[in-house]
T-cell receptor, first 116, second 112 residues
Framework: GAVVSQHPSWVICKSGTSVKIECRSL??????MFWYRQFPKQSLMLMAT?????????EQGVEKDKFLINHASLTLSTLTVTSAHPEDSSFYIC????????????FGEGSRLTVL | GQQLNQSPQSMFIQEGEDVSMNCTSS?????WLWYKQDPGEGPVLLIA?????ELTSNGRLTAQFGITRKDSFLNISASIPSDVGIYFC????????????FGKGTLLTVNP
């Protein structure tokens, strides 16, 4: 139990286009999901907290108009990188908590974005 | 603000050896979670600790929550090549939101 899945696992896009990444909790309901990004050989940096049915809470320095987050259901959150540029290339990882194992946070497999 | 330190930053060991890594915090933790991240993958939860002094095992892994709630260690016994990866012990805040803040982690390399 407590499986979190991301899609796509990798994506390559042209500069200026928008890319959507999905994060699903497969066997539990997640009222809160988190989005992280990770640059090569660096740690995970929290971008935003996604709350079901309400606006996301962004960390300082993260542009909310650049990284659109939607949490329309208890099992799905999406991150859209708008007007992507090469510097947005990164590894994006979502996480969720919920189900019977309260207090624990489970991560998706990650999505590798490369912007040309 | 809260400071989280992981040590060592990296370790190179031979297959079969035991390894220990630890985390210390400037603030008290209510929960301590240990994760492992393989290259190109998301972190995987290894062990969750909830009580001060708690000692928990998961196969060859053993972790303990310090009595002061400001530190924790993770031991891996009889290491194998697939133990290679980065080990994290993120700090947790935000009450019920379980927001995690990651440190730099410990990079483990196991030589066959």
């Amino acid at each position: 139990g407590a499986v979190v899945s991301q899609h796509p696992s990798w994506v390559i896009c042209k500069s200026g286009t928008s890319v959507k990444i999905e994060c699903r909790s497969l066997d539990f309901q997640a009222t809160t999901m988190f989005w992280y990004r990770q640059f090569p050989k660096q740690s995970l940096m929290l971008m935003a907290t996604s709350n079901e049915g309400s606006k996301a809470t962004y960390e300082q320095g993260v542009e909310k108009d650049k990284f659109l987050i939607n949490h329309a259901s208890l099992t799905l959150s999406t991150l859209t990188v708008t007007s992507a540029h090469p510097e947005d290339s990164s590894f994006y990882i979502c996480s969720a908590s919920g189900g019977s194992r309260t207090g624990e946070l489970f991560f998706g497999e990650g999505s590798r974005l490369t912007v040309l | 603000g809260q400071q989280l330190n992981q040590s060592p930053q990296s370790m190179f060991i031979q297959e079969g050896e035991d390894v220990s890594m630890n985390c210390t915090s400037s603030s008290i933790f209510n929960t301590w979670l240990w994760y492992k991240q393989d290259p190109g993958e998301g972190p995987v939860l290894l062990i969750a600790l909830y009580k001060a002094g708690e000692l928990t095992s998961n196969g060859r892994l053993t972790a303990q929550f310090g009595i002061t709630r400001k530190d924790s260690f993770l031991n891996i016994s009889a290491s194998i090549p697939s133990d290679v990866g980065i080990y994290f012990c993120p700090s947790r805040s935000g009450g019920s939101n379980y927001k995690l803040t990651f440190g730099k982690g410990t990079l483990l390399t196991v030589n066959p």
